[in-house]
Every structure is written in structure tokens, then in C-alpha cells.
T-cell receptor
Framework: GEDVEQSLFLSVREGDSSVINCTYTDSSSTYLYWYKQEPGAGLQLLTYIFSNMDMKQDQRLTVLLNKKDKHLSLRIADTQTGDSAIYFCAESIGDYKLSFGAGTTVTVRA | DGGITQSPKYLFRKEGQNVTLSCEQNLNHDAMYWYRQDPGQGLRLIYYSQIVNDFQKGDIAEGYSVSREKKESFPLTVTSAQKNPTAFYLC?????????FGPGTRLTVT
């Protein structure tokens, strides 16, 4: 079955790096995704990684994938107040469907 | 200006009434999806459609119905059979391996 788990909260100081972790269970997942949701809004696709990769970097975002441990992380460098949001990890589960974690609420403090 | 629109942003209904949520996209995407989001939870898939005139049930389809008569439109009807209809509803469309989300409709049923 599919089950994606994330820690619920993360507090980080402005200018520091944030690391959000996620574990998933479906070893056949082709892609793993990170989405950002601001209050009252839809989800914004931040980045995603193909399952045969172990790292992807996109400006301030770095995704690390450990397929053996089914562990995915998102690192945000130089975290800003505008990065305060809920971050969702998701795995593809066939037929292009996505299974989402419950989301990590990131709070950036001055 | 391409994108996904959902209307209205807020919707209020009395218990026992059916209500239809609108989702329109001008991205020329074949596949469209409906998710439900409850506080503190990830998104759960209600229905999806890979192509016009075809759709499949997701994980929580009971009490919901959809149609896909046009490529641009994928309306969701929340019927009176849905036991807990109050939630935030998100529509998405897909290009390749990327799903893009609309701004969502918050439905409150009292």
C-alpha cells in the first residue's frame, strides 16, 4: 500500500537552512514530489525527482533521495520569511496518481 | 494567461443539498484530478480523468460524482450522500509527470 510520512512542524531562523524529511513506502514509485502550500491557497509544485536519481538541485532547493531507505528530503538554503508555508511530500503510485503526506508546517522566525 | 480556475473560492450549503464545484483549465492538459484536503491531513484523491468522456474513482469517491464532457472542464458534484462534505477541494491537471493545482474551493455544509 501507499503511505507517506512527514514530521508535522519545523521552526527555523531566517537565513538558516531548512531540512524537511519524508519517508514513503511504495518502492515502485517513479517520481517523488515536493509541493508548497500557503494559507488558503492551492499547492505549488516546487520540484520533483526521478527515482533513479539521488540528488537534484534547483536554486535554493536541494532534494536528496535515498531509495534504499525510502527517504526523501528537501533542503531550503538561506530560508526567508516567504518560505513559511506547509510543504507536502508526494509519491507517484501508478496511473499518474499521487499519494501525499500530511504536510510539514515550516515557520521562519526572525 | 494559462492556468486552472476554481470557482467559487468559498461555498456554503445546507445539509441535504447537492453542490457542484467548478474546475476549468486552459492548459490543454488531458488529465485532471480532484482532491480533498482536511485540516492536518494530506490530500486524498476523489476522482480523476485521463481523457475526455472517461474518469475513474480515487480513494474516497463515495458521495461524489464527476463528468468530463470537455477537455477544459472537470466539475465535481458533492451529493447529499457524502457524510462529511465540509473540506477544502483542490482540482489539478497534469502535463507529463507534473501535476498543477488550482486555488481551491472551501466548502462549508451546515
Amino acid at each position: 500500500g501507499e503511505d507517506v510520512e512527514q514530521s508535522l512542524f519545523l521552526s527555523v531562523r531566517e537565513g538558516d537552512s531548512s531540512v524537511i524529511n519524508c519517508t514513503y513506502t511504495d518502492s515502485s514509485s517513479t517520481y517523488l514530489y515536493w509541493y508548497k502550500q500557503e494559507p488558503g491557497a492551492g499547492l505549488q509544485l516546487l520540484t520533483y525527482i526521478f527515482s533513479n536519481m539521488d540528488m537534484k538541485q534547483d536554486q535554493r532547493l536541494t532534494v536528496l533521495l535515498n531509495k534504499k531507505d525510502k527517504h526523501l528530503s528537501l533542503r531550503i538554503a538561506d530560508t526567508q520569511t516567504g518560505d513559511s508555508a506547509i510543504y507536502f511530500c508526494a509519491e507517484s503510485i501508478g496511473d499518474y496518481k499521487l499519494s501525499f503526506g500530511a504536510g510539514t508546517t515550516v515557520t521562519v522566525r526572525a | 494567461d494559462g492556468g486552472i480556475t476554481q470557482s467559487p473560492k468559498y461555498l456554503f450549503r445546507k445539509e441535504g443539498q447537492n453542490v457542484t464545484l467548478s474546475c476549468e483549465q486552459n492548459l490543454n492538459h488531458d488529465a485532471m484530478y480532484w482532491y480533498r484536503q482536511d485540516p492536518g491531513q494530506g490530500l486524498r484523491l476523489i476522482y480523476y480523468s485521463q481523457i475526455v468522456n472517461d474518469f475513474q474513482k480515487g480513494d474516497i469517491a463515495e458521495g461524489y460524482s464527476v463528468s468530463r464532457e470537455k477537455k477544459e472542464s472537470f466539475p465535481l458534484t458533492v451529493t447529499s450522500a457524502q457524510k462529511n462534505p465540509t473540506a477544502f477541494y483542490l482540482c489539478a491537471s497534469r502535463r507529463g509527470d507534473e501535476q498543477y493545482f488550482g486555488p481551491g474551493t472551501r466548502l462549508t455544509v451546515t
